[in-house]
T-cell receptor
Framework: NAGVTQTPKFRVLKTGQSMTLLCAQDMNHEYMYWYRQDPGMGLRLIHY???????AKGEVPDGYNVSRLKKQNFLLGLESAAPSQTSVYFC?????????????????FGEGSWLTVV | AQSVTQLDSHVSVSEGTPVLLRCNYS??????LFWYVQHPNKGLQLLLK??????LVKGINGFEAEFKKSETSFHLTKPSAHMSDAAEYFCVVSDRHGGSQGNLIFGKGTKLSVKP
C-alpha cells in the first residue's frame, strides 16, 4: 500500500520557470491538501480539494495553482517560480474532514518535495 | 478562529530524562488535537490524537499528552527520552465543525535534541 506519493522529491528551478508537483494517493480519499513547510513556520496550507473536480484556497495560495482532475491525483503548479517559493512541499489526504478512518489516522502525509528556486 | 502556540522552539534533554513539549491552543468549537513528529528529511508521522474521548491520550513510542480544557493546553510528555526521539514535533488543532481553510492548523514546531 503506497499511501501518498509525491513526485519529484527534489527539484532546482530558475526564477521564472514553471513546474508541477504531482501527488497521488491510493486510499480512495476524498480530501487532498498541499502544504508548504518553512523553517520556524510550521506547515501552512496552500490549496486543498474536497473531491474530484473541486479546489479551494488555503492560507497561502498566491503564486500557486492546483487541479484535481482525478480523485487520486492532486497537482500543484508554479507558473513562474520565485525564490520565495523555495520550500518543502507536503501533500496529504484524508477520507473525510472529520471522520476518522479505520487505521486511526485522520490524515496521511507524503514524504515531501524539496524545491529550490535560484 | 483557531490557533496553536508551541511555547518552545527548541528543547534539549539528556537521554533517559523526561521530555515535556508545550502546546496551547485556541478554538471556537470542540477541537481535535494532534501531535505529529518529523524526523530529518522525512514526512510527518502521527504520534497521538485527542478527539473528545479520554483526556489523557497515549501515543506511539511511549509518548502521551493530556488535554486540559481549563488551561487550553495539550502538552506532550515522555518519561524517558531516547536518542531516536530527536526530531521536530508539531502540535496541530482541527476544528471538528469544519472550516474554510481545510482541516488542520499547525504550530510552528519544537525541535527536540537528545544528548547522550
Amino acid at each position: 500500500n503506497a499511501g501518498v506519493t509525491q513526485t519529484p522529491k527534489f527539484r532546482v528551478l530558475k526564477t521564472g520557470q514553471s513546474m508541477t508537483l504531482l501527488c497521488a494517493q491510493d486510499m480512495n480519499h476524498e480530501y487532498m491538501y498541499w502544504y508548504r513547510q518553512d523553517p520556524g513556520m510550521g506547515l501552512r496550507l496552500i490549496h486543498y480539494s474536497v473531491g474530484e473536480g473541486t479546489t479551494a484556497k488555503g492560507e497561502v495560495p498566491d503564486g500557486y495553482n492546483v487541479s484535481r482532475l482525478k480523485k487520486q491525483n492532486f497537482l500543484l503548479g508554479l507558473e513562474s517560480a520565485a525564490p520565495s517559493q523555495t520550500s518543502v512541499y507536503f501533500c496529504a489526504s484524508s477520507l473525510l474532514r472529520t471522520v476518522l478512518d479505520s487505521f486511526g489516522n485522520t490524515i496521511y502525509f507524503g514524504e515531501g518535495s524539496w524545491l529550490t528556486v535560484v | 478562529a483557531q490557533s496553536v502556540t508551541q511555547l518552545d522552539s527548541h528543547v534539549s534533554v539528556s537521554e533517559g530524562t523526561p521530555v515535556l513539549l508545550r502546546c496551547n491552543y485556541s478554538s471556537s468549537y470542540s477541537p481535535s488535537l494532534f501531535w505529529y513528529v518529523q524526523h530529518p528529511n522525512k514526512g510527518l508521522q502521527l504520534l497521538l490524537k485527542y478527539t473528545s474521548a479520554a483526556t489523557l491520550v497515549k501515543g506511539i513510542n511511549g509518548f502521551e499528552a493530556e488535554f486540559k480544557k481549563s488551561e487550553t493546553s495539550f502538552h506532550l510528555t515522555k518519561p524517558s527520552a531516547h536518542m531516536s526521539d530527536a526530531a521536530e514535533y508539531f502540535c496541530v488543532v482541527s476544528d471538528r465543525h469544519g472550516g474554510s481553510q481545510g482541516n488542520l492548523i499547525f504550530g510552528k514546531g519544537t525541535k527536540l535534541s537528545v544528548k547522550p
